[in-house]
T-cell receptor, first 111, second 114 residues
Framework: QKEVEQNSGPLSVPEGAIASLNCTYSDRVSQSFFWYRQYSGKSPELIMS????GDKEDGRFTAQLNKASQYVSLLIRDSQPSDSATYLC???????????FGAGTRLAVHP | DADVTQTPRNRITKTGKRIMLECSQTKGHDRMYWYRQDPGLGLRLIYYSFDVKDINKGEISDGYSVSRQAQAKFSLSLESAIPNQTALYFC?????????????FGPGTRLTVL
């Protein structure tokens, strides 16, 4: 069974701090990795995609990928209360663009 | 206008009833998916379709069926609803011609089976 694991949280950080969200995956041949943000009762919103080892930055968000360790992370700099949400890690596996989702990490940014 | 729409947004029904959830998209994507989300379990794939003539089961297809009426429309049916099908249901789409095939989600349907 191919799995994607995330700490469920909640991860609580003060406003302005860096939030670090982590994800591990079991399928070594996975090639594409995605982070979605989901507010309570809303649909997942794609915020980052990463395909190569290393870091990818987009505004306050940085995704980090280490395929050797089967590990992907998301850093949120200057965290804001509006960042409070559940963050879903998703891994593309197989040849049919199927995504396997982690259960998500709940982030709470407090003023 | 929303790129991916789902109807209804909320539905309460009784055990044994037939239910259809509908998904439409204006993104021009060829690939469409149905997921369900339960608290603590994340998103699980029910069915997916890569074009009108291609339908595939996901990890939890038992008790569900789908129909791809057109490239833009993908419906999910529960032939005889049961309480453990109470969940949040999401439709998603992706562009098979894109390099990384990111998936984009509709607003969801909250289904309650009594």
């Amino acid at each position: 069974q191919k799995e994607v694991e995330q700490n469920s949280g909640p991860l609580s950080v003060p406003e302005g701090a860096i939030a670090s969200l982590n994800c591990t995956y079991s399928d070594r041949v996975s090639q594409s990795f995605f982070w979605y943000r989901q507010y309570s009762g809303k649909s997942p919103e794609l915020i980052m995609s990463i395909y190569s080892n290393g870091d990818k930055e987009d505004g306050r968000f940085t995704a980090q990928l280490n395929k050797a360790s089967q590990y992907v992370s998301l850093l949120i700099r200057d965290s804001q209360p509006s960042d409070s949400a559940t963050y879903l890690c998703a891994v593309k596996t197989g040849g049919y663009n199927k995504l396997i989702f982690g259960a998500g990490t709940r982030l709470a940014v407090h003023p | 206008d929303a790129d991916v729409t789902q109807t209804p947004r909320n539905r309460i029904t009784k055990t044994g009833k037939r239910i259809m959830l509908e998904c439409s998209q204006t993104k021009g994507h060829d690939r469409m998916y149905w997921y369900r989300q339960d608290p603590g379990l994340g998103l699980r794939l029910i069915y997916y379709s890569f074009d009108v003539k291609d339908i595939n089961k996901g990890e939890i297809s038992d008790g569900y069926s789908v129909s791809r009426q057109a490239q833009a429309k993908f419906s999910l049916s529960l032939e005889s609803a049961i309480p453990n099908q109470t969940a949040l249901y999401f439709c998603a789409t992706s562009d098979g011609g894109a390099v990384y095939n990111e998936q984009f989600f509709g607003p969801g349907t909250r289904l309650t089976v009594l």
